[in-house]
């Protein structure tokens, strides 16, 4: 995205923003509603996960770098995409990292971001051989990356009633287990070096793990309290589709994740819909291929696929 269309519509939101906020209402509006592919989605997914890891300095995160960036040049144009490049020296590595960026109806002064992570984890901590290798991470980052992928196809056919940002950050999942700070690096970074500051969409929803069989999706706590109007709205919609037993309307746990640090960093309310359950001893419960070797295409489910992009193209075309 060159210099010129992100003044332009930052700008715009800047204009709006306070009254765009406040209490997050919706309303249906009876629009017609374009359809999600699954099937599109999941070969959006699986392409990722054939580069092989995406851990930042591999192979796989290169080309899969380039990969995203040219598919959203496609769809949004060679001027609305940006890669915020970035380094970090962690655990004495020199990392070289990058947050990609695709604009969509950039002269909307109302906002909306939408994003998910497209790294992958350099160590499968939770698994019990091989602890030390990469995993593919089909669901824990290209799952939500697929989704989005899709969606800015079509945005592409159809432009949004409202102004849509797509943010994939990279370096979410590097740290060791416990070491908050060497997560969500990306965030970090945008959220502290805003490509053009003050930049302030009505809200942000982030998708992380949302694509494998038998996923759930309680409401997430930070959510919750950051964000409730826009949590009850996207389960309302699930619910009225027949995705009830998808987004579990109950409580879910405190995840710590890339919208927290938005939400905490940037001050902008952020979303996550993101798999998971809580056990009887209250604390959070991921799925069993979390962060380890299964966490490949053999999990992925359109179905699920399905349920997340019809909820979200529901929300973006009649009831904002």
């Not at 060159?2 to 509006?29: R, W």
């Not at 969509?104 to 091989?130: E, G, V, Y």
Request: charged fraction near 20%.
């Amino acid at each position: 995205m060159n210099k010129l269309t992100l003044l332009l519509f930052v700008t715009a939101c800047l204009v709006s923003a306070c009254s765009q906020k406040e209490g997050l209402t919706f309303k249906d509006k009876n629009n017609a509603v374009p359809a999600f592919s699954s099937d599109s989605a999941y070969v959006f997914t699986e392409v990722q996960v054939n580069f092989g890891p995406r851990v930042p300095g591999t192979y796989g995160h290169a080309q899969t770098r380039a990969y995203l960036e040219q598919k959203f040049r496609t769809y949004a144009g060679q001027n609305s995409v940006f890669s915020q490049e970035f380094s970090k020296e962690v655990y004495g590595k020199n990392l070289e990292m990058a947050n990609i960026i695709a604009a969509f109806n950039t002269s909307a002064t109302d906002r909306i971001m939408l994003s998910a992570h497209w790294d992958t984890r350099p160590r499968a901590d939770q698994d019990t051989a091989r602890t030390s290798d990469f995993i593919l991470g089909a669901d824990d980052g290209a799952s939500g990356v697929g989704v989005l992928v899709e969606l800015a196809r079509i945005f592409s056919e159809n432009p949004p009633p409202v102004g849509v940002d797509i943010v994939l950050f990279d370096g979410e999942d590097y740290g060791s287990s416990g070491d908050l700070q060497n997560y969500f690096l990306g965030s970090r970074h945008w959220a502290n070096n805003p490509p053009v500051p003050g930049y302030s969409p009505r809200f942000g929803i982030l998708l992380d793990m949302v694509g494998a069989e038998y996923a759930v999706f309680p409401k997430e706590d930070y959510s919750t309290r950051y964000a409730p109007n826009l949590m009850d709205e996207i389960w309302n919609i699930a619910a009225d589709k027949g995705y009830g037993d998808i987004f579990l309307d109950e409580p879910g746990a405190s995840v710590l994740d890339d919208h927290y640090i938005v939400n905490q960093e940037a001050g902008i309310p952020m979303i996550d819909i993101i798999n998971h359950t809580v056990g009887a001893d209250g604390n959070i419960r991921f799925p069993d291929y979390w962060h380890t070797h299964r966490d490949n295409m053999s999990i992925i489910d359109k179905q699920t696929l399905q349920a997340v992009g019809d909820v979200l193209l529901e929300l973006i075309y009649n009831r904002i």
